[in-house]
């Protein structure tokens, strides 16, 4: 091959794709080793491990496209959008991982997490303080007990793959286990909502709005430095920074 993409990299880990081939370089195995458990338990496709060796693991490309990304247009008829919503119950659905995932934080370290983080993005000029505070407001909804589920942890639009009306593979379990399931919902439709009735009507039952809405906007506001410290644009059209003025 004479081209190498970079589909993401900061200081954790990078991915690239070299053909038909993702590499995932990531220095901690402990997160690569969590994440091929994750895929050989979930009941959805998922991307073939081609090989391992630390600290690469080498996965085949999916077949399709995803629906878009973050920021961008999104692509896909409702019927794609309810497909990945009938994925995502699945998934959902399934026995129970052995380890908590990103979604399974207890409500005492989020609310640590996003109090400090609140506070940052107010003393160092980064956000408005109003814009903070009513985001900050919305996020409560969210901190609440919750039913473990089978959670993904990091379900970005970019991370399903559909051809036509078909999921044909979710990829990058590295943040997988137990965890609050509309938590995968709200990332999954983050910048998009106009879907998320789609989504809905593929996933069924127990979904409550004012949670999603209230994830989307913790998962914002916990992101948005983050991403600036890793060479992201958090204010980009239809980015973290305009999830969180959608609420005011």
């Given at each position: ?29 402990a997160?690569i ?5 994750a895929?050989?338990?979930?009941p959805?496709?998922?991307?073939e ?73 107010v ?35 970019a991370?399903v793959?559909?051809?036509?009306d ?10 997988a ?5 509309l ?5 999954f ?10 989504v809905?009507a593929g996933?069924g039952?127990?979904?409550?709005l ?13 992101a ?7 060479g ?8 973290e ?8």
């Open positions: 091959m004479d081209e190498v993409e970079v589909v993401v990299a900061h200081s954790e880990r990078a991915t690239l794709r070299v053909g038909d081939v993702f590499l995932k370089v990531d220095a901690d195995q997160r080793d969590a994440e091929v458990e895929m050989s338990r979930a959805v496709p998922t991307p491990v081609l090989w391992r060796k630390p600290p690469v693991l080498a996965t085949a490309a999916l077949p399709g496209t995803t629906l878009g990304r973050l920021g961008g247009p999104s692509t896909g008829s409702p019927a794609a959008w309810a497909a990945a919503g009938a994925a995502i119950r699945k998934l959902h659905d399934a026995p129970l991982p052995p380890r908590r995932g990103r979604a399974g934080r207890s409500i005492e370290e989020l609310t640590r997490e996003l109090d400090d983080e609140c506070g940052l993005l003393t160092n000029g980064v956000l408005p303080a109003d814009l903070v505070t009513r985001n900050r407001r919305v996020a409560e909804a969210a901190l609440r007990p919750w039913t473990p589920a089978f959670t993904h942890g990091d379900l970005q639009i991370h793959f559909v051809d036509g078909e999921v044909t593979g979710i990829i990058d379990w590295s943040e286990g137990q965890g609050d399931a938590y995968d919902l709200a990332t439709t983050l910048g998009h909502e106009e879907h998320l009735d789609d809905i996933y039952t127990g979904v409550d004012e949670v999603i809405h209230a994830w989307s906007s913790l998962r914002s506001l916990l948005v430095r983050s991403l600036i410290e890793q992201f644009d958090p204010f980009a059209p239809g980015c920074v305009d999830v969180l003025r959608s609420r005011m």
